[in-house]
């Protein structure tokens, strides 16, 4: 276990931290507890180091002493942050150690907004996994911000963790026939494969593109234009099967089952996802196209996802 880093790392520094190793953010909370197990389960998985970041937000209150009657509180200062700090990593590696033996657990702690930095270090990282929330009401409106920041922005896969730890493994992933959506069936039929779980494909016939609403249109004809639902159904399932074709012709040991329903997307995958041991959703990244189409989508999962998240950019490296 390496020493915490200090401040003032440059950029390309912090990238080298996690080049190819599962990255988790740890806050001291049970969520980021959660988390940092799942990554060293995940890491022993894949063979990769695990490195726990823990990103600290200064500057720090001074010792403040005053002549009066009634001691005051004593005030927080760097130092003993600091002392704090690597305690928690220490414990936080020596449990990641117990659950995933065998895995190298590197820790580090650096200043700065925890999204910029763990976005830094997860850049050329496997894998950069967050916790859905932190210990207190303030934590939690950071930790969300975080989770939500780097799912928009962040170019690699991220995951969020949530969820009970025991799962009946499946693995549930939105099909849509989108660059993003076709990118997370890649992510989660490689993770079904190595884990041996079951890739459950799920589409909602209310995300069809924009042409099938038209009164021409898939959608608009079902409504009454000559095309029934089990037509619709079946034109689902082409979809589904076609997405799936390249990932399982990679990964020939995956059981797959295909999900088409009627209801909207978001309502579509959280059906699907109680219990699960992972969900995974596409994302266009930046702009208003990502806004239209499934920014609406993965923005829900994050914060009413029954499971663990992954969400997939469609830029992200294989």
């Known amino acids: 276990m390496a020493c915490p880093s200090g401040p003032g790392d440059p950029d390309n520094a912090l990238a080298e931290v996690g080049r190819g190793a599962v990255v988790v953010g740890f806050d001291g909370s049970e969520r980021s507890r959660q988390a940092a197990r799942w990554a060293a389960r995940e890491a022993a998985s894949r063979g990769a180091r695990l490195v726990v970041v823990n990103v600290l937000r200064g500057p720090f209150p001074e010792v403040v002493v005053t002549p009066v009657s009634m001691p005051l509180p004593q005030l927080v200062g760097e130092e003993s942050v600091r002392a704090y700090t690597d305690d928690h990593l220490a414990e936080i590696a020596a449990e990641c150690e117990r659950v995933a033996p065998g895995v190298p657990v590197d820790t580090r702690a650096f200043d700065g907004h925890p999204a910029a930095v ?67 069936v890649d992510v989660a039929a490689e993770y079904a494969a190595r884990h041996g779980h079951v890739l459950v494909a799920v589409h909602a016939t209310t995300g069809l593109p924009v042409d099938a609403l038209g009164a021409g249109g898939v959608w608009g004809q079902s409504l009454g234009l000559g095309i029934d639902t089990d037509q619709l159904r079946a034109a689902a399932e082409s979809l589904i099967r076609t997405s799936l074709a390249p990932a399982l012709a990679r990964h020939p040991g995956v059981r797959a089952e295909q999900v088409v329903s009627l209801a909207r997307p978001a309502q579509a995958l959280l059906d699907q996802a109680e219990n699960a041991a992972l969900l995974v959703v596409g994302s266009h990244g930046h702009g208003a196209v990502r806004r239209a189409l499934l920014g609406s989508v993965s923005h829900a999962m994050l914060h009413h996802a029954p499971c663990t998240l992954a969400v997939v950019r469609r830029d992200a490296p294989r």
């Open 118 to 184: 763990l976005g830094e270090v997860g850049r050329d990282a496997a894998l950069l996994v967050v916790g859905s929330s932190g210990a207190t009401g303030l934590a939690r409106m950071f930790t969300g911000s975080v989770a939500a920041d780097l799912a928009h922005r962040f170019r690699g896969q991220v995951v969020v963790v949530r969820g009970p730890e025991e799962v009946d493994g499946r693995v549930v992933v939105g099909v849509d026939g989108s660059a993003p959506g076709d990118r997370a």
